[in-house]
């Protein structure tokens, strides 16, 4: 089942983006993910304020394969990188539906 990392990141230093951004991805690819989006056009439609520079949402084919990318020994430096120049928040989500009603969604909690 398709499992989503969603990345929201506030950078406070950037010098860590050129080299992740051009490695990252091909980390992510090894593990069978994608990225859906990788953007800095971030609209709040509802609540406070979104403080992200950036939102990314990555599809893997299960939790395994997301987690092995979390997990890679190749990630850590970057994760460290992105982690010493940012407010992160990394969620990670399957592809279910909590209240079983939309027909082409796994039923779900």
Do not use: C
């Not at 990392?5 to 992740?20: F, G, H």
């Not at 992105?82 to 779900?108: E, K, M, N």
């Amino acid at each position: 089942m398709a499992n989503y990392l969603i990345a929201q990141v506030k950078v406070n230093d950037d010098s860590w983006i050129p080299e992740y951004a051009e490695k990252v991805h091909e980390i992510v690819h090894r593990h069978g993910g994608k990225y859906l989006s990788r953007s800095a056009n971030i609209t709040t439609l509802e609540g406070a304020e979104s403080t992200a520079s950036l939102v990314a949402i990555i599809e893997f084919p299960s939790a395994d394969d997301l987690n092995a990318f979390v997990a890679d020994p190749d990630y850590a430096p970057f994760a460290k990188a992105r982690q010493d120049g940012t407010d992160s928040h990394f969620i990670a989500i399957d592809a279910t539906d909590v209240a079983g009603t939309i027909p082409y969604l796994t039923a779900g909690g």
